[in-house]
């Protein structure tokens, strides 16, 4: 079984920064790829950043030049650090991985999600 551990949401006021960290844990599971999504009541969740197994990332319109995504392969770990944060980038933050765990097929999976609340 594999797992998506969160950590690093919060309050932080507008302008401040934050960081959050996502761990793959489990057994003989590969990484296609790694990233963070967020969702707002009554919209679907939407991706923020993610980045595949050949390096590439891509961002979300909103938060480039903002957050950087970053990935530690030996710890099957991603961060996700997000700067200059507005209150428009209050959501629920997921992770998520596309990966392949022993002979089957890729798979979504999900974290349990991270509450991050930009406000004054």
């Known amino acids: 079984q594999v797992q998506l551990v969160e950590s690093g949401g919060g309050l932080v006021q507008p302008g401040g920064s934050l960081r959050l960290s996502c761990a793959a844990s489990?057994?003989?599971?590969?990484?296609?790829?790694m990233g963070w999504y967020r969702q707002t009541p009554g919209k679907q969740r939407e991706l923020v950043a993610a980045t595949t197994s050949g390096g590439s990332t891509n961002y979300a319109d909103s938060v480039k030049g903002r957050f950087t995504l970053s990935r530690d392969l030996a710890q099957n770990t991603v961060y996700l650090q997000m700067n200059s944060l507005k209150p428009e980038d209050t959501a629920a933050y997921y992770c998520w991985g596309f990966l392949r765990v022993g002979a089957l097929p890729s798979y979504d999976y999900w974290g349990q999600g991270t509450q991050v609340t930009v406000s004054s």
């Open positions: 489990g057994r003989m599971f590969s990484i296609n790829a």
